[in-house]
Nanobody
Framework: QVQFVESGGGLVQPGGSLRLSCAAS????????VGWYRQAPGKEREGISC????????????YYDDSVKGRFIASRDNTKNTVYLQMNNLKPEDTAVYYC???????????????WGQGTQVTVSS
């Protein structure tokens, strides 16, 4: 059963921006921390951000991997039961399938999760 769905990916030129969405339909996302993960071609899935339960907008305490820190911002809209990932100044190395992963306790290593959504493709190319 589908519990959350990622969307918002697409093709963008280097330096451009995209806003990804993670929408939950079977539970209240506000009660979960939400991690963003990505899997680039030929690479394993990696965690890139984690937003806590307390913020409905940009979370100043959110975790960001060094590869995206300063460029990506995670946020929430609890009225829409949705978490976002604003991606700015995109680089070709950001090309990947992006996934969200809610967790009741904390964002874990991606290898610890058995189930994932379909993900959304982000392609950064000139």
């Amino acid at each position: 059963q589908v519990q959350f769905v990622e969307s918002g990916g697409g093709l963008v030129q280097p330096g451009g921006s995209l806003r990804l969405s993670c929408a939950a339909s079977k539970f209240t996302l506000e009660d979960y921390v939400v991690g963003w993960y990505r899997q680039a071609p030929g690479k394993e899935r990696e965690g890139i951000s984690c937003i806590g339960t307390g913020a409905s907008a940009s979370d100043s305490s959110a975790y960001y991997d060094d590869s995206v820190k300063g460029r990506f911002i995670a946020s929430r809209d609890n009225t829409k039961n949705t978490v976002y990932l604003q991606m700015n100044n995109l680089k070709p190395e950001d090309t990947a399938v992006y996934y969200c992963q809610p967790d009741k306790l904390a964002c874990r290593d991606g290898d610890e999760y058995d189930y994932w959504g379909q993900g959304t493709q982000v392609t950064v190319s000139s």
